[in-house]
């Protein structure tokens, strides 16, 4: 038996969300998710995942990940601070320190609870968050967790960062101010201008806090957008994801001893939580240990992704102002974009629609992500399929 008004509320509301087209329908990979992945017995080629560099299913990771298994079991048993630290999360938070180059880090379960707990453990009633407009959904919960007045800055607009940041400052209303952005913009690929942020932040005493889920492992080296920009030592919060590029899943805060002493005493989802798996852990740190030993990785996503990039320009497609691997192939009309991901899966691509409202009305798109994983013959293929629907479709 169940609820009336519970069932009334879910019936009415999917309903609503079917007849706007909003209800997302998903489908399960059978197997690894890989540079090629098979849904409902179809192998396709994936642009879909953020497994930048290939690591979700590589050799050492699974090695480490086995390993760690045997030695410390499947579950770290508690949370942080009762008796879940186990010396595979200590030497997993120096790496990060260590790869970032900060003084300490912290290691969360996810990047999304990791921007839950750390924007809330410093920022509070009183503070004001200036926010990129186009933040993560992880950044927009955490702002608003902390009960600090949030302040909207158009995308990447320095002028209206700047003015912002002058009539917050001078109103003398609040006691901490912070901007926070994304390192790189998961929908158009844009990097954030990290040398101009500083100057401003420095000009206004702002705290700063990049999320660079889809930096690290793609920009800097792997080692992220900040150190792309040799920032370290001007941003205050490096956060990101183990889940994407890294290959696993977690998330964490690098930054100065302090900084971190404090996370760890007051981030709720480290407090409450129980720890990473040891198996995450390990695999994660083997990831970085990959990344720092041999610069392939990196070079092979690039590589790929400026081929991908060029020869879908040359096909006559607008893939906006990406300057990272994450491709936008544009199209405008939100059911052309879903019609045009629809065909490109018959035809073995595995692309998705990214349509209003995660981005504007009439810049309808589908989304890619080439990664270190492709090889020149799945990227040729994907080109041609590409070439094909889009003719057929009269996109191109
Ligand atoms: C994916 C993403 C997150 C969340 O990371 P998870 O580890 O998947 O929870 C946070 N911020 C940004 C910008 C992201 O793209």
Not at 30 to 39: C, D, R
Not at 218 to 223: D, E, H, I
Not at 309 to 321: N, R, S
Request: hydrophobic fraction near 40%; include cysteine.
């Amino acid at each position: 038996m169940s609820n009336k008004v519970l069932n009334d509320f879910l019936t009415n509301n999917l309903e609503d969300l079917s007849e706007k087209g909003l209800l997302n329908t998903i489908d399960v990979i059978e197997g690894a998710n890989g540079p090629e992945i098979t849904i409902n017995g179809k192998k396709l080629i994936n642009f879909a995942s953020n497994n930048y560099l290939g690591f979700a299913t590589h050799p050492e990771l699974i090695e480490a990940e086995v390993e760690a298994a045997h030695k410390y079991g499947v579950g770290a048993g508690a949370v942080r601070t009762i008796n879940g630290t186990l010396d595979i999360h200590r030497s997993l938070e120096k790496k990060i320190a260590e790869f970032k180059g900060t003084e300490a880090a912290i290691a969360f379960q996810s990047g999304f609870n990791c921007n839950m707990g750390a924007i809330s453990a410093v920022m509070k009633k009183g503070d004001a968050i200036l926010s990129d407009e186009l933040n993560h959904a992880s950044i927009i919960d955490g702002c608003r967790l902390s009960g600090a007045k949030v302040i909207r800055v158009k995308h990447q607009d320095m002028e209206d960062l700047e003015a912002k940041a002058k009539e917050v400052t001078e109103s003398g209303e609040y006691n901490k101010v912070m901007y926070i952005t994304d390192g790189v913009f998961s929908m158009d690929g844009d990097v954030a201008k990290i040398e101009e942020i500083v100057k401003i932040a420095e000009k206004y005493n702002l705290i700063t806090y990049v999320d660079d889920a889809h930096g690290s492992g793609v920009m800097g080296g792997g080692a992220g957008t900040v150190k792309h920009f040799h920032m370290q030592d001007h941003i205050d919060f490096q956060m990101g994801t183990l889940s994407k590029a890294i290959g696993v899943v977690g998330g964490y805060v690098a930054g100065s001893e302090q900084l971190i002493t404090w996370l760890k005493s007051q981030a709720r989802p480290f407090l409450f939580s129980t720890s990473l798996t040891p198996g995450a852990a390990a695999a994660a740190l083997k990831s970085i240990e990959l990344m720092q030993e041999n610069p392939n990785y990196v070079d092979k996503l690039w590589e790929n992704a400026n081929y991908f990039k060029e020869k879908l320009q040359e096909i006559g497609y607008d893939i906006g102002v990406s300057e990272t691997p994450i491709t936008p192939v544009i199209v405008g009309d939100e059911s052309l974009a879903q019609k045009f991901s629809q065909e490109l899966i018959a035809h073995g691509v595995y692309a998705k629609p990214i349509v209003y409202p995660t981005v504007p009305l009439g810049t309808g798109r589908v989304r890619n992500m080439p990664n270190a994983g492709h090889t020149k013959e799945m990227i040729d293929q994907a080109i041609e399929v590409y070439e094909k629907v889009g003719k057929n479709l009269g996109i191109i």
